[in-house]
């Protein structure tokens, strides 16, 4: 299963839906021009207080190495946000432009209208149906991130499904749940290669962001390569929307990185500097 763009979840009149998940159509970026980017060091860097970036090399059969941008965040130091517009979807750099945050990556999956295919919560107000409500293959493997009083985390709806009222400032759904309370999770979708984007909260209670945008690698490739990094100290990891929806933008003066996303996109997680 490719996690990209609006086509990779079902698309239908109503909520909830109830199709089966399918893969999105493969796009290029010729209409979206992106930057000269610096290498990015493969060690941990600075780039604001509570923000550490690095790149990651993820070894795959027969091609050279991809390379994953992992962005650290310390929750205390910094401001965590989800922001939606699905009347006016932006590139990832149209994102950064705009809000003016530190750091953006791309967001949750979205139908062809690009509402939102799962439950998105922005300032305490819910979009959408979650996906622990949707009874249709893969929906099982859905996950959450959330922030409620400035703190992240992760969880598997299949284990501790959403419920109406709960104190949640933001919110967005994604699928699969990579990894679980610290292991990989066995998921059962249809594999293909595709850009990615992810969610993930360490041991520590750090958020990472984690980007593979210049290759397209397999979910389960993905997986095992996170999961095969214990100094990464992962707990949990959900999958964001993916291939051409995957996009990095960080830019504090003293890290500039930009990975735009192919096509626009009508939510992004927003990082701001305190």
């Keep these: 299963m490719e996690t990209g763009c609006a086509a990779s979840i ?4 109503t909520l909830p839906p109830t199709a089966t998940l399918t893969p999105a159509p493969t796009l ?21 207080p509570g923000i550490e970036v690095r790149a990651m090399m993820m070894p795959l059969p027969d091609s050279d190495p991809a390379e994953v941008i992992l962005t650290r965040i310390t929750p205390a130091l910094v401001t965590i946000r989800v922001e939606y517009a699905p009347d006016g979807p932006l590139h ?6 705009t809000l003016g945050a530190a750091v953006i990556i791309n967001g949750g999956f979205f139908r062809e209208d690009h509402t939102t295919a799962g439950l998105l919560i922005r300032e305490g107000e819910a979009h959408g149906v979650s996906f622990d409500q949707i009874d249709a293959p893969g929906y099982e493997h859905g996950g959450m991130f959330s922030v409620t009083g400035g703190v992240p985390s992760i969880r598997l709806l299949s284990a501790s499904p959403y419920f109406e009222g709960e ?10 749940i990579l990894i679980d309370q ?6 059962h979708l249809p594999e293909r290669p595709a850009r990615r984007t992810a969610a993930a909260v360490d041991a ?15 979910l389960i490739q993905f997986r095992d390569w996170l999961a095969s990094n214990p100094e990464l100290a992962l ?13 990095l933008a960080i830019r504090t003066g003293a890290i500039n990185v930009m990975r735009d996303s192919f096509t626009p996109v009508p939510s992004v997680l927003a990082i701001f500097t305190n």
């Excluded at 209409?31 to 990015?40: A, D, L, S």
């Excluded at 104190?167 to 699969?176: H, N, R, V």
Aim: net charge negative.
């Design 10 to 13: 079902p698309i239908i009149p």
């Design 235 to 247: 707990v949990e990891v959900v999958g964001l929307d993916g291939g051409p929806s995957t996009g």
């Design 167 to 176: 104190d949640i400032d933001f919110a967005l759904q994604g699928l699969p």
């Design 92 to 97: 990832v750099s149209e994102w950064q432009s």
């Design 182 to 187: 610290g292991a990989p999770v066995d998921f």
């Design 204 to 218: 520590s209670g750090r958020l990472i962001l984690i980007t593979v945008s210049a290759k397209s690698v397999m």
């Design 28 to 48: 290029t970026a010729t209409n979206t021009p992106i930057p000269p980017t610096p290498t990015v060091s493969l060690e941990w860097v600075q780039a604001a």
